[in-house]
């Protein structure tokens, strides 16, 4: 079979996932991801079966406006064709934040999916636990983004907002999902090079969900 131009920018759900800050050791209360085999052919079983156990956002997945915004949509009413079509991955050299300073260099338009690539590829994804030292999407950054009217924006990481100061999660998701712009989180740019791309990306549909668990692919244009 000739080579897919398809490039898979999820990471695999395994025992080894990268979590979320929810995700702390010492907070038994959120579940650490498990996905774990109860029927196994190899084991003699007639056919093998495996069960999930998650959280909404965790690995690769599509925050909806139901997230932060009360009666906000939620991910089964998202238009398909948010994440589905032409996407543009950016650079971001700037070692800390994804500022207005930098986006302003881009000339992003109306209805565009943004995915940005950062230092944070490849290496955060060796370390199973949150980790403050990622680039994020500053708050002006994603009030310029929604004023923008960008369709959808993407990031290498679990998070598109840092929890320095842990309000800034909220201000940064507000900003860009009442305003209709849905956000990937957990994308695995290292191996992509900037430029225009077709995006294939489609959450679970989990009715009324705050997000969705999704296998993100792009294809050179």
Not at 44 to 69: C, N, Q, V, W, Y
Request: glycine share 8%; with cysteine.
């Amino acid at each position: 079979m000739a080579k897919s131009e398809w490039i898979d920018i999820s990471i695999p759900l395994g025992k080894k996932i990268p979590v979320l800050p929810l995700g702390d050791p010492d907070n038994p209360a959120v579940p650490i991801p498990k996905v774990e085999r109860f029927f196994d052919v190899e084991k003699g079983d007639k056919a093998t079966m495996s069960r999930i156990e998650m959280i909404s956002h965790d690995g690769t997945h599509i925050d909806a406006p139901l997230h932060f915004i009360r009666g906000g949509m939620s991910i089964d009413e998202m238009p398909l064709d948010t994440t589905l079509g032409p996407a543009r991955v950016i650079e971001i050299k700037d070692n800390k934040l994804i500022t207005v300073k930098e986006l302003e260099q881009h000339n992003i338009k109306s209805g565009e999916r943004i995915l940005f690539k950062t230092k944070n590829s490849p290496g955060v994804y060796k370390e199973q636990w949150y980790t403050s030292n990622l680039v994020t999407l500053s708050p002006e950054g994603a009030k310029y983004l929604s004023e923008k009217k960008v369709r959808l924006v993407g990031i290498d990481y679990l998070s598109i907002a840092s929890n320095d100061p842990p309000e800034n999660i909220g201000i940064v998701h507000e900003a860009l999902l009442k305003n209709g712009v849905f956000i990937i989180e957990g994308l695995d740019l290292a191996g992509v090079k900037p430029g225009n791309y077709e995006l294939a990306c489609l959450p679970l549909r989990l009715e009324k969900g705050d997000a969705g668990p999704c296998r993100a692919l792009l294809r050179p244009l």
